[in-house]
C-alpha cells in the first residue's frame, strides 16, 4: 500500500501545481479580506513518513513553532497542519491585519488572526483539490497550537506511527515581506490514492490542453 | 498557424510592444513573455524573438502554446506544461528553471518566471486572471558553475555555506547538509547548525561575532551527526564579506570533515608521547638481557676495539669492565689463536658473519676461557657473542685421553698376545738351536764330527726362522726400514710365477693377469714379494680342495669420494689383487682379518701376522688393503700402492754368497756397538774377509777415531748407542769430517725419527738384524768397493 502512494515525478510536479493552483486561491482570498498584495507559492513537496516529518522539521526549525489544525472528512480524510516559526506569525500577523495595530493589539488578536489565515490558506488549498475532483470536505474549526514541532506529527501517543505525511513549504510574500512556513498533511491511505488519481487528472488534463492549440 | 495580426484585437501593437519593453526593462531579463490564456497566443519581445528564432513581428503578434512547446528539451516538456497547466488553473506565481534547445541546436538553461495578472482588481466576482506574464533569463553560465560547484562540492566532500548578520537563517549546500548528516535543504536555521556542534567547541557559525570585513577565520570542532549521533571533526573555513543585497556583513564559508587526519593526528600524538616510554620499556628490557646474560655481549668497531661489553665479561674472565674497552682482545687472546682472531675480525669487518669461531681468551687468575664466538658486522661495529665452552672442550680432551687410554690398553693387550705367540715360537726356535748345540758339542765331544754339520745346518736353520719371525714382527709393527725403489709390479710378479706356481701345488691353477702400461710404483720390492707369497698362501690355504687363483695388477685413478673411503689420497694408484673361489668371509671376519694375529687358521699353523704385516707394508708405503669376500665364492684381495713417476729400477735379485771368500783389500772399517759381543762378532767377521776393523763402543769414541787422521773406508754402526749419541749423530758427525764417509747402519729394527721415516741419503745403508755373514760380505763389498759379489 505504501509503494501505491509512491509518486512519480512528474506526478510530484503535478502535485506541486496543483498545490500551488489552492495557495493561489488562498491567496487570492486573503488578499480580498486585507486589502493587500499578498503572494503564497509553494516551490517544492515531499511526502514522507511521520517519523521523517519530525525530523524535518526537528532539522529546519530550531525554536518554538506554531501551528493551526484542522482535521478533514470528505474527499481527504486526515488532519492538516499550517506551522510557522513563533517568531515570525506575529510578523504574520501584522502584515494580514495592518501595520496600523499597536503591538499590544496585535498581540491580542494574535490566535484569532492566525486561526482565520491559517483556515484560508488550508480551505484554499485542500477546497481547491475537492472541487477538482467534485467532491466535498468538511474541515473542523481551526485550532491554534504551541509545539516543538514533532508533536504535531505524532498525536495521541501513537508509538508506532506509520502514516505518511504530504510536507510542503510555503512561501508568503506580504507588502515586499517573505515569511516562510509548512503545510503538513496527515492524510490515510485512501486520501492518498484519491490524492494521486486526482494528480492523473490533472496531468491528463493539461496534457490535452494544447491538442486543440497546437 | 502565425497569423500575426489576427491578435490584439483590442489593443494596438505598439501598446503591446511598450509593455514588454517595461516589463524587460524593470526585470533586466533577457526576453520577456506574456501569455494570453483566452487567445492561447505567447506573445515575445525581440529577446524572445531570438531565442525562438522568428521575427521580431512574429514574436510580437504571438505564436502559439504548441510552438511555444516545441523547443523546450523534451525531457523538461512535461514539466514546463504541467507548470504552465497550473497557471492557466488558477496558480499565481512561476519559478521554473528548464532547457531550451536553440534553433542553432546548442541546449541551454532557462529561468521562468511569471505573474498572473488578476483582470479586475476592483474585485467584482471571482477573481480570474485573463493572462500572465514574465521573464525568460538564461541561466546555462549560471547553471554551468553551479554544476562544476557541486560536482567540486561533492568530489571534495566540500560544503558550502552563507550567512547575513541578523537573519537566523543559514543558506547551505546539499553537501553541507550531507556533512552534518541532515536531509537536504537550502536553508536552515543557524542554531540548529550551532546545536550539533559539540559542547566546548566553537560554534560552526558565530552569530554573536563582530568581526571585521575582510576577516578569513577557520576553526577545527566536532559535530554529532544528526542522522547517526557519530562524532566526526569538522574544519570550517570562512570569510567576512560585504553582502550586495542587504549591505550587511555575510559570512560566507565552507566546512569538510578532517576526522582522519584528526585520527591519525592523534594517533601520531599517542604514538609520539609512548614513543619515549616504549624506547624506555624496551631498552630497560635489553638491557636486562644484557645483564643477566652469562654469554659474553659486546660490540666492537670494525678494528675489533671494544666499544661496550656486559658484564659477563667480568664474571666469566674476571677482567674489569675499564681493562677490555678501548683495546682488542688480542692482548687476552692465547698465543696460538692470535692470528686466526685477527682474521676472523677482518674477516668480520669485510661483512661476513662469524659462526662457531672458538679461541681462548686469559682469565685474570691466568688460566684460559675457552670461547665460541658469534659475529655479525652492521654498520661499520661488530656485534659479538661468545659462549664459554671450556667445560665441553675439558670433556672432549677427557673423552679422547680416555679413548688414547683404551687404545693403549687394546695395545697392551696385544703386545701381551704377540709376546706369548712369539715366545711360543721362539721357545721352539731356540731349542731347536740350543740342542743342535748341544748335540754338536756332545759329537765333539765324541769326536764324531761326520754328523756336525746336520747340527749346524739345523741350528743355522731355526735361527733364520727367527730371523724371519722378527722381521716379520717388525713389519707389522710398521717399523721395518723399508728400502723403496721405484718398481716394476709386472715383472717382479712374473719373477714370482714360478714359486708361486710350486708353492701352490698341482690342484690350484694359477692365472696371472698383468696391466699394459702399468705404472711404476715406490715400494719396497722384498716386502712386495713377501706380502704376494703371503696372500696367495693364504689363498692356497683357503681352497683346500683345489681352486683358482688369479693375480692380477690395474691402473687406477682414484678420485676423490673413492680415495676417500680407502683412507687414500686422491690421484694415481697401481693395484695388485689376489683372487680365490674359496671359502670367502664373513663380513664379520673380514672386519676383523687385518687384525694382527687373527688368524682362521688351526693353532699352530700361524701366527695369523701375515695380513697384518701386509697392512703395515702397505699403509707405511702410502697405499692401502682391502678385502671383497663372500662365504662361498671366494677372496679378493687387492694391495693399493701410489704411482711413481720414475723408471724402475733394476731389480736386485737378492741372491747372497753361499760362500765367505776373502774380499777385502786391507780397507779400514770403524765398527761401533755398545754391546760388545756383536762388536767383536763383526770386527772378527770383517777381519775374516780381509778388513782391518777399529772397534769403538760408543759415539765419543767413534768421534775420537773419526778425528784423527786414519783413513776410514766405512762406518757401521749401531743405530742405538748408550753414551748420549746415537747412530746417526755419530755418522752425521762423520760425514762432517769426511763428506765422502760411507755408512752402514745396523739395527734391530728401524727406528724412523732415526733414520728419516726410512727414508736415508746417498752413501748411506741399513742391515738389519740378525744377518748373516754373507749378506754383511755382501753390503760391505758393495759400499767399499762399489759393486756386488
Known sequence: MRTAAKLSELERDALTELVNIGVSRAASSLRKMVGREVLLSVPAIEIVSQREAVTLIGEREEGELIAVRQDLSGAFTGRALLIFPQATSLELVRAVVGEELSAAEAAAMEEEALAETGNIILNGCLGTMANMLRQTLTMTLPEVFHGKGGGFFLPDGDPEPDGLVLFLYINFSVLGRDIRGYIAMLLDMPSLLTLKLLVQQFIDSVMSDDADAV | ?789
Open chain 2, 1 to 789: 498557424m502565425g497569423g500575426s495580426t489576427t491578435f490584439g484585437e483590442s489593443e494596438p501593437p505598439a501598446a503591446v510592444e511598450e509593455r514588454l519593453r517595461n516589463i524587460l526593462s524593470a526585470s533586466g531579463g533577457a526576453a520577456a513573455w506574456e501569455w494570453h490564456m483566452g487567445g492561447k497566443r505567447i506573445l515575445g519581445d525581440s529577446g524572445f524573438a531570438t531565442l525562438y528564432g522568428i521575427a521580431p513581428e512574429e514574436a510580437l503578434s504571438g505564436i502559439s502554446p504548441g510552438r511555444f512547446f516545441a523547443i523546450i528539451h523534451p525531457q523538461d516538456r512535461d514539466r514546463m506544461r504541467l507548470a504552465m497547466g497550473g497557471m492557466l488553473r488558477g496558480s499565481e506565481v512561476l519559478s521554473k528553471q528548464f532547457r531550451i534547445i536553440s534553433p542553432d541546436g546548442t541546449v541551454r538553461w532557462l529561468q521562468a518566471r511569471a505573474r498572473a495578472h488578476n483582470a479586475q482588481r476592483s474585485g467584482q466576482g471571482p477573481e480570474q486572471s485573463d493572462r500572465f506574464s514574465g521573464v525568460l533569463l538564461d541561466i546555462t553560465e549560471q547553471k554551468r558553475l553551479e554544476e562544476q560547484l557541486r560536482i567540486a562540492q561533492t568530489a571534495g566532500g566540500v560544503g558550502t555555506f552563507e550567512h547575513v548578520d541578523g537573519f537566523g537563517t543559514a543558506t547551505v549546500s546539499g553537501q553541507f547538509c550531507a556533512l552534518l548528516g541532515m536531509h537536504a535543504a537550502t536553508d536552515l536555521p543557524v542554531r540548529t547548525i550551532n546545536a550539533l556542534v559539540c559542547a566546548g567547541d566553537p560554534p560552526l557559525i558565530d552569530l554573536a561575532a563582530r568581526p571585521e570585513l575582510g576577516l578569513a577565520t577557520h576553526a577545527e570542532l566536532r559535530i554529532m551527526r544528526a542522522d547517526t549521533q557519530e562524532i566526526r571533526w569538522l574544519m570550517r573555513r570562512g570569510e567576512y564579506i560585504r553582502d550586495a543585497d542587504t549591505s550587511g556583513v555575510r559570512f560566507s564559508g565552507v566546512i569538510y570533515d578532517i576526522t582522519d587526519a584528526k585520527r591519525v593526528e592523534s594517533q601520531l600524538r599517542v604514538l609520539n608521547e609512548t614513543l619515549e616510554l616504549r624506547v624506555e620499556e624496551r631498552t630497560r628490557e635489553r638491557d636486562r638481557i644484557w645483564r643477566v646474560s652469562q654469554d659474553l655481549l659486546g660490540v666492537s668497531d670494525a678494528h675489533g676495539v671494544w666499544m661496550s661489553i656486559n658484564p659477563a665479561w667480568t664474571t666469566l674472565l674476571g677482567w674489569a669492565e675499564s681493562e677490555i674497552i678501548g683495546n682488542t682482545s688480542e692482548w687476552l687472546a692465547h698465543e696460538e689463536d692470535r692470528e686466526a682472531t685477527r682474521l676472523e675480525v677482518a674477516r668480520l669487518a669485510a661483512g661476513h658473519k662469524t659462526l662457531k669461531f672458538e679461541n681462548r681468551l686469559r682469565r685474570r687468575d691466568g688460566g684460559y676461557c675457552w670461547l665460541s664466538w658469534t659475529a655479525v658486522p652492521e654498520d661499520g661495529m661488530l656485534y659479538s657473542v661468545a659462549r664459554d665452552i671450556s667445560a665441553e672442550k675439558e670433556a672432549a680432551a677427557a673423552l679422547a685421553k680416555t679413548q688414547e687410554q683404551l687404545r693403549q690398553s687394546h695395545k697392551m693387550e696385544a703386545v701381551g698376545q704377540l709376546t706369548g705367540g712369539i715366545a711360543h715360537d721362539f721357545n721352539n726356535l731356540l731349542t731347536g738351536i740350543s740342542g743342535s748345540l748341544e748335540m754338536l758339542q756332545a759329537r765333539l765331544a765324541q769326536r764324531r764330527l761326520q754328523d756336525a754339520d746336520r747340527y749346524i745346518a739345523a741350528a743355522q736353520s731355526a735361527s733364520k726362522r727367527a730371523a724371519a719371525l722378527t722381521h716379520r714382527l717388525l713389519a707389522f709393527s710398521r717399523r721395518q726400514t723399508l728400502e723403496p725403489k721405484s718398481t716394476d709390479v709386472n715383472r717382479l710378479v712374473a719373477s714370482m710365477d714360478e714359486l708361486v706356481r710350486r708353492t701352490m701345488g698341482p690342484p690350484v691353477q694359477v692365472e696371472v693377469v698383468t696391466a699394459v702400461g702399468l705404472w711404476t710404483t715406490l715400494v719396497d720390492p722384498n716386502q712386495l714379494e713377501n706380502a704376494l707369497l703371503n696372500l696367495c698362501i693364504n689363498a692356497r690355504d683357503a681352497m683346500p680342495d683345489g681352486g683358482r687363483l688369479i693375480i692380477e695388477t690395474a691402473n687406477r685413478w682414484l678420485e676423490e669420494h673413492a680415495a676417500h673411503q680407502r683412507e687414500l689420497p686422491a690421484g694415481p694408484y697401481v693395484t695388485l689383487s689376489v683372487t680365490d673361489n674359496g671359502t670367502g668371509m664373513s663380513p664379520s671376519v673380514a672386519a676383523k682379518a687385518f687384525d694382527p694375529f687373527f688368524t682362521t687358521k688351526p693353532i699352530g699353523q700361524g701366527t695369523g701376522l701375515g695380513l697384518s704385516m701386509i697392512y703395515g707394508f702397505a699403509r707405511q708405503s702410502g697405499g692401502q688393503v682391502r678385502i671383497y669376500s663372500e662365504v662361498g665364492l671366494g677372496t679378493t684381495i687387492c694391495l693399493y700402492l701410489p704411482r711413481h713417476l720414475g723408471s724402475a729400477d733394476t731389480l736386485d735379485d737378492g741372491s747372497s754368497a753361499r760362500e765367505a771368500p776373502r774380499l777385502g783389500k786391507g780397507e779400514t772399517i770403524l765398527v761401533v756397538d755398545d754391546e760388545p759381543e756383536i762388536r767383536v762378532l763383526v770386527a772378527e767377521m770383517l777381519e775374516d774377509l780381509g778388513y782391518a776393523a777399529i772397534e769403538a763402543s760408543d759415539g765419543r769414541d767413534a768421534l775420537v777415531v773419526l778425528q784423527s787422521t786414519v783413513p776410514i773406508d766405512l762406518l757401521i754402526t749401531d743405530v742405538g748407542l748408550t753414551g748420549g749419541l746415537n747412530g746417526r749423530q755419530v755418522a752425521d758427525a762423520g760425514r762432517a769430517l769426511r763428506p765422502e764417509l760411507k755408512v752402514l747402519f745396523m739395527t734391530g729394527y728401524a727406528e724412523n725419527a732415526v733414520l728419516s721415516q726410512g727414508h736415508l741419503e746417498p752413501g748411506m745403508h741399513v742391515l738389519t738384524k740378525p744377518f748373516s755373514l754373507d749378506a754383511l760380505a755382501n753390503r760391505v763389498q758393495l759400499l767399499v768397493n762399489g759393486r756386488p759379489t
